[in-house]
């Protein structure tokens, strides 16, 4: 289901899938570490692999070539940092909302959900 709703997402919004979510949800809640991108989370030089208990290096199992098919139900790559960022917003979404559909400046114009 998460590969036809990211297949949904870029028809209707005539982008990649990965494309979308970097500038409408990454950019947006400045999460710079988030990608899709295998190749840009190793080019960060803060991607670290994974090693089994006896010291066995496990390889990558997400390849550039299938990001596009993958990145609706398992393809971000992101930090504590980021996660912890969207964590908080999401959050504060869900708690308070703006009125009118408008994002106040003053904290008055916040209004919490029953």
């Known amino acids: 289901m998460y590969i036809v709703g990211s297949y949904v997402v870029s028809a209707l919004s005539g982008m990649r899938f990965a494309d979308f979510v970097s500038n409408?949800?990454?950019?947006?809640?400045?999460?710079?570490?988030?990608?899709?991108s295998i190749d840009a989370a190793v080019n960060t030089g803060r991607f670290t692999?994974?090693?089994t208990s006896f010291g066995r290096l496990i390889p990558h199992w997400l390849q550039d070539e299938f990001?596009?098919?993958?990145a609706g139900p398992a393809g971000v790559i992101s930090s504590v940092e980021?996660?912890?960022?969207?964590?908080?917003w999401s959050t504060w979404y869900l708690?308070?909302?703006p009125r009118a559909g408008t994002m106040g400046q003053n904290i008055s114009?916040?209004?919490c959900r029953p």
Not at 82 to 88: I, T
């Open 67 to 70: 990001a596009d098919l993958m």
């Open 49 to 51: 692999s994974t090693w």
């Open 24 to 36: 409408r949800v990454f950019k947006s809640l400045s999460m710079n570490s988030s990608t899709y």
């Open 109 to 111: 114009e916040w209004r």
């Open 82 to 88: 980021d996660l912890v960022r969207h964590l908080f």
């Open 95 to 97: 708690t308070y909302r």
